[in-house]
């Protein structure tokens, strides 16, 4: 990448300390436009550690933003919808509502582990069970949604949006990669929730394109538990995309536990899912009490 302009060097140097990640590789610099803002964000965004799709989506916006507020501030942060190109609401896709805060949510490999949760006082579970059987995953997901009637818990299936509609679950949560595979016109006329990963700019942008219930942002720190193909964002970003989505229902996700709860909700995401900080714990129970009391606490503003 060439030496950076001066302007890309003061959004830089702005923004550094909340913003940047390492660099991976050598980015190679391509525009689309000639915008001399656009082009000054899009050199900032990309030696910060931006990947090349997201740089673009921030280039884009910090070029919007200046013609909206008619001049530069090397100081500012694109963070407002209409910037980004995100319409207002309400819109008339847009799936069934969830509550603003879930609460903690915890993400679960089975029934029983659903149910035990839910029984704990787990606002927002989720099931996420692995397996290549039909059958098996058709028995796991009602046994799911049997083994939270009757709590308050609410439940959300991952992936496997056909079998969770025909068993009556409150919603479904999908990656990235099932948006063009999944018929979401199905499960919006089901009725049922839906919820979508992000990964950073571009990715939370092509999730609201389809106004789902709510949003999960991350990996907010290191995990262990699949492959990423970004590094983990940060406090510092999650804030942003906070700021950004902030009409949205949000949860964070990725390496958070109890220890990193404060961090996490200073952000101000509503909620946070965990999986190994339950999963892993000698009492699963007692460890899901301590972290719905540390959200609580952070909710209320007393920390």
């Given at each position: 990448?060439?030496?950076?302009?001066?302007?890309?060097?003061?959004?830089?140097?702005?923004?550094?300390?909340?913003?940047?990640?390492?660099?991976?590789?050598?980015?190679?610099?391509?525009?689309?436009?000639?915008?001399?803002?656009?082009?000054?964000?899009k050199q900032a965004c990309l030696s910060m550690g931006f990947i090349e799709i997201d740089a673009e989506c921030l280039a884009n916006a910090w070029q919007a933003m200046c013609q909206r507020t008619g001049h530069f501030d090397p100081a500012s942060w694109p963070s407002e919808p209409?910037?980004?190109?995100?319409?207002?609401?309400?819109?008339?896709?847009?799936?069934?509502?969830?509550p603003k805060a879930l609460g903690l949510y915890a993400v679960l490999p089975d029934a029983a582990g659903v149910g035990r949760m839910a029984r704990a006082g787990v606002p927002t579970v989720q099931l996420r069970f692995?397996?290549?059987?039909?059958?098996?995953?058709?028995?796991?997901?009602?046994?799911?949604?049997?083994?939270?009637?009757?709590?308050?818990?609410?439940?959300?299936?991952?992936?496997?949006?056909?079998?969770?509609?025909?068993?009556g679950a409150y919603g479904v949560h999908l990656g990235q990669e099932d948006l063009?595979?999944?018929n979401l016109a199905a499960i919006r006329q089901a009725g049922l929730r839906l919820g979508l990963s992000s990964h950073g700019y571009a990715e939370m942008l092509l999730a609201d394109r389809v106004s789902p219930s709510y949003i999960a942002l991350g990996a907010v720190f290191p995990t262990t538990l699949k492959r990423m193909q970004t590094a983990p964002q940060g406090t510092g970003r999650l804030s942003a995309y906070a700021r950004l989505m902030r009409d949205y229902p949000l949860v964070a996700i990725g390496g958070i536990d109890g220890d990193k709860m404060g961090q996490v909700m200073a952000s101000g995401v509503g909620s946070v899912a965990v999986v190994r900080a339950i999963t892993d714990a000698p009492d699963p129970e007692a460890a899901a009490t301590q972290l719905i009391a540390s959200l609580n606490w952070y909710n209320r503003g007393l920390c």
């Open positions: 990448m060439s030496p950076l302009s001066a302007q890309a060097q003061t959004i830089a140097a702005a923004h550094q300390a909340a913003f940047s990640l390492p660099v991976v590789g050598n980015p190679v610099l391509t525009y689309s436009s000639d915008a001399p803002i656009y082009r000054a964000a209409q910037d980004f190109g995100i319409p207002s609401w309400p819109r008339a896709n847009a799936f069934a509502p969830c692995k397996s290549d059987d039909s059958k098996a995953i058709e028995r796991e997901i009602k046994a799911s949604v049997e083994a939270v009637r009757g709590t308050n818990a609410l439940l959300f299936i991952n992936d496997h949006w056909q079998a969770a509609i025909a068993a063009a595979e999944a």
